[in-house]
């Protein structure tokens, strides 16, 4: 047995993203997505996303499809912001979509506009934002420890990263930002990702949960801004009303890197 794959990257976020909407996918074999993500004896990638066909099982909304995500240790995840952007380039190469997709999450329904290789993808709406000392912690589809730092070029994200997300966090774990202010609406962010266990190049729901907190925590005053990753530049671009955080945007490239073809 063998199926299509497609390897796609959002600022250096990399998936292997799989059209599944006939269901031939093992969805319960964990060992074999770990191995596919594996960057020595597989593909390559931070996770592994089915596009599926969309029921209403779960919601009264019918979709263009459904998004089915699982970090790279195998196991089934919370929401992935750059993901999400990178399914809704590959719906659209499918043909499913045009320009406008709508699909369905562990996290709920999104919203996403494709315009060539770049993807403005709606997220979830923040109310709760829980401001400590040191800290700033909050749920963007996945939750985010954000903590803001000096000398992040040099900064030991891997070990620090780590401590915190088992730490603080304990079992379930919780990605962990770490954060320089560039200018007034540019922040340069690192992130280490619980699933992938490791510093990734970009992160998009921690990059929207850093613009979030740094507005939140009145280092900007902007609602527009601009995220640097060692993988590239992505926008968040939010409203507030009262304490709640809406139509917050996540926008940035979504480039299909190769296809290939796994023989089980």
Known sequence: MEFVFYKYQGTGNDFVIIDNREGVFPKENTELVAKMCDR??????????LLENHSCLHSTTLADFTMVYYNSDGNLSSMC??????????????????EEATFEAVDG???????????????????????????TF??????????????????DVFNTGRNIRNAVYGKKGSNVNFVEQVDDAVFSVRTYERGVEDETLSCGTGVTAVALAMFETGKT?????????LGGQLEVHFN???????NVYLKG???????????L
């Open 40 to 49: 020595r004896f597989g593909i390559g990638a931070d996770g592994l996303i």
């Open 81 to 98: 912001g750059n993901g999400g952007r990178c399914i809704a380039h590959f719906a659209k190469f499918l043909g499913i979509i045009s």
């Open 109 to 135: 329904m999104h919203q996403a506009t494709v315009k060539n290789d770049w993807v403005s993808l709606k997220m979830n709406d923040v109310e709760a934002i829980t401001k400590s000392k040191n800290y």
């Open 138 to 155: 909050l749920n963007t589809g996945s939750p985010h420890h954000v903590e803001v730092v000096s000398g992040l070029k040099d900064f």
């Open 221 to 229: 005053s902007e609602n527009t801004i601009t995220l640097n990753t």
């Open 240 to 246: 507030k009303e009262g304490v709640n955080y809406n």
């Open 253 to 263: 490239p979504a480039i299909q890197v190769f296809k290939g073809k796994w023989k």
